[in-house]
């Protein structure tokens, strides 16, 4: 048998009990970090557990959509739970992108529990030079 001495664990547990596990209706939010590499913003997403037929990613215009579910693992009939802190159900998480990313070549990966997207920077966005065009002459103004 499992022993725990922290409190707040099983005020945390218990709460998770009441609130009940996400559904697709009401998903629960999943941690992520978002950051800019080079070219690109990367978004990371934490799904331990989730398989990668379980995630669903959406864009329409700029709104990223990101749903996953974590399943029950089927059990044996004479398999007795002692501790379940895991929590189960469906997992959601919405994100504004910028009109600066290019939306049509999102890359998506999936190893270790951990989804990450690659969303690159739009050629019109990124930084470049204008040249200068010389003039073509005097004009004369006539009147």
Do not use: C, H
Not at 40 to 65: C, H, K, S, W
Not at 73 to 89: F, H, I, N, T, Y
């Amino acid at each position: 048998m499992l022993m725990r001495t922290d409190p707040f664990r099983e005020l945390d547990r218990l709460t998770q009990q009441l609130m009940g596990p996400g559904t697709w209706s009401k998903p629960s939010a999943m941690p992520m970090d978002a950051y800019r590499e080079g070219d690109q913003y990367v978004v990371a997403f934490d799904l331990p557990g989730v398989t990668a037929d379980a995630i669903d990613i959406d864009v329409e215009r700029n709104m990223l959509t990101v749903k996953a579910e974590r399943r029950p693992v089927a059990k044996a009939d004479d398999v007795q739970m002692e501790l379940s802190e895991r929590p189960l159900g469906a997992f959601s998480r919405q994100i504004v992108l910028a009109d600066t990313l290019d939306t049509e070549r999102i890359q998506a990966d999936y190893d270790a529990g951990v989804l990450t997207l690659r969303i690159p920077i739009a050629e019109r966005a990124k930084p470049r030079k204008i040249t200068i065009g010389a003039g073509s002459g005097r004009k004369q103004i006539s009147g």
